[in-house]
T-cell receptor, first 114, second 114 residues
Framework: NAGVMQNPRHLVRRRGQEARLRCSPM?????VYWYRQLPEEGLKFMVY????????ESGMPKERFSAEFPKEGPSILRIQQVVRGDSAAYFC????????????FGNGTRLTVT | KQEVTQIPAALSVPEGENLVLNCSFT??????LQWFRQDPGKGLTSLLL?????REQTSGRLNASLDKSSGRSTLYIAASQPGDSATYLC?????????????FGQGTRLTINP
C-alpha cells in the first residue's frame, strides 16, 4: 500500500533551465496539494488540484510556475527558467476527498539551482 | 490572514522527561489543527488531528489539546525517548471549497538526549 510518491528525490538545475516535479497520490486519493519549504522557513501552500482541475492556486508565484493533475498519470509541478531563489523542498500531499482527514505527505523533492 | 507561531524554536531535554510544545494561531475560524513530525530529509508524518469541535486527541504517549477561543494548541509528549527527536510542526486547517488548506508554523526542533 504505497504512500504518496514523489520523484525525483533530488533535482539539480542550472539557472534558466526547467524543473519538473512529479507526485503520485495515494491509491484512491483524488485531491493533491503542493507545498514549498524554503530554507529556514515553514511550509507554504502553493496549489490544490483535483483531477483535471486547479481548485486554488493562490500560493503559486504568478510567473514561471504551473501545476497540473491530468486524468491519467501523476501531478506535475513545473518551474520554468529556474532561479536560485527557487531552491527549496517541494512537498506533495494527497487526500481522498473534500473532508478533513489528515493529509498524507510524500518525502519531497529537494530542488537545488546552481 | 492566518499566522501560526510555534514556541520554542528548539528544545533539548534528557530522556524520560515529559514535555510540552506550544502552537498559537491568529484566526480562530479553523476547521482543524494538525500536528506533524518531520525527520531530516524526510516528509511529514501526521501525528494527531483535532477537529474544531474537539478539545483534545491522544495517541500513545502523545496528547494534543486545542483551545480555539484563545488560539492555542499544545502537544504533550510523555516519557520522551531518543527516537522522538525530530522537528514537530503544527498546522491550522482552513477551507478551500470544502477541502483543507494548511498554514504551518516554523516548527520546534526537539532533541532527546540519552
Amino acid at each position: 500500500n504505497a504512500g504518496v510518491m514523489q520523484n525525483p528525490r533530488h533535482l539539480v538545475r542550472r539557472r534558466g533551465q526547467e524543473a519538473r516535479l512529479r507526485c503520485s497520490p495515494m491509491k484512491g486519493h483524488s485531491h493533491v496539494y503542493w507545498y514549498r519549504q524554503l530554507p529556514e522557513e515553514g511550509l507554504k501552500f502553493m496549489v490544490y488540484l483535483q483531477k483535471e482541475n486547479i481548485i486554488d492556486e493562490s500560493g503559486m508565484p504568478k510567473e514561471r510556475f504551473s501545476a497540473e493533475f491530468p486524468k491519467e498519470g501523476p501531478s506535475i509541478l513545473r518551474i520554468q527558467q529556474v532561479v536560485r531563489g527557487d531552491s527549496a523542498a517541494y512537498f506533495c500531499a494527497s487526500s481522498p476527498g473534500a473532508d478533513y482527514s489528515p493529509l498524507h505527505f510524500g518525502n519531497g523533492t529537494r530542488l537545488t539551482v546552481t | 490572514k492566518q499566522e501560526v507561531t510555534q514556541i520554542p524554536a528548539a528544545l533539548s531535554v534528557p530522556e524520560g522527561e515529559n514535555l510540552v510544545l506550544n502552537c498559537s494561531f491568529t484566526d480562530s475560524a479553523i476547521y482543524n489543527l494538525q500536528w506533524f513530525r518531520q525527520d531530516p530529509g524526510k516528509g511529514l508524518t501526521s501525528l494527531l488531528l483535532i477537529q474544531s469541535s474537539q478539545r483534545e486527541q491522544t495517541s500513545g504517549r502523545l496528547n494534543a489539546s486545542l483551545d480555539k477561543s484563545s488560539g492555542r494548541s499544545t502537544l504533550y509528549i510523555a516519557a520522551s525517548q531518543p527516537g522522538d527527536s525530530a522537528t514537530y510542526l503544527c498546522a491550522a486547517g482552513g477551507e478551500i471549497q470544502g477541502a483543507q488548506k494548511l498554514v504551518f508554523g516554523q516548527g520546534t526542533r526537539l532533541t532527546i538526549n540519552p
